[in-house]
């Protein structure tokens, strides 16, 4: 089982920059592909990035082609969401989520997920 805690948002204003970070204790990270997700108020939670385990390959949701980069570093059990050219509408909630392995669906369903951190709220505003 694995534990992982979401950490790095906060207020940035539109243009802006911020790192997420997902840390995992419990278990070793290259186990598990590890998706980030994000919820809006109002909003249903949708697929923002995957990285797989071993990070050879990354997925990312349209919205985000081009500004955000997910990538992982297995030796501090950590996988970072970089997140440049904030617009207000990134503005929600952003979740990691664990899977060790995807039963059929694509990563950006998440229901494909066995385990997932509390939240990090992330607001762009000016």
């Known amino acids: 089982q694995v534990q992982l805690v979401e950490s790095g948002g906060g207020l940035v204003q539109p243009g802006g920059s911020l790192r997420l970070s997902c840390a995992a204790s419990?278990?070793?990270?290259?186990?598990?592909?590890i998706g980030w997700f994000r919820q809006a108020p109002g909003k249903e939670r949708e697929g923002v990035s995957c990285?797989?385990?071993?990070?050879?390959?990354?997925y990312y949701a349209e919205f985000v082609k081009g500004r955000f980069t997910i990538s992982r570093d297995n030796v501090d059990n950590t996988v970072y969401l970089h997140m440049n050219s904030l617009k207000p509408e990134d503005t929600a909630v952003y979740y990691c989520?664990?899977?060790?392995?995807?039963?059929?669906?694509?990563?950006?369903?998440?229901?494909?997920?066995?385990?997932w951190g509390q939240g990090t709220q992330v607001t762009v505003s000016s």
């Open positions: 989520a664990a899977v060790a392995q995807f039963h059929g669906s694509m990563w950006y369903t998440a229901e494909e997920y066995d385990y």
């Open positions: 419990g278990s070793a990270l290259d186990y598990y592909a």
């Open positions: 990285i797989t385990s071993g990070g050879s390959s990354t």
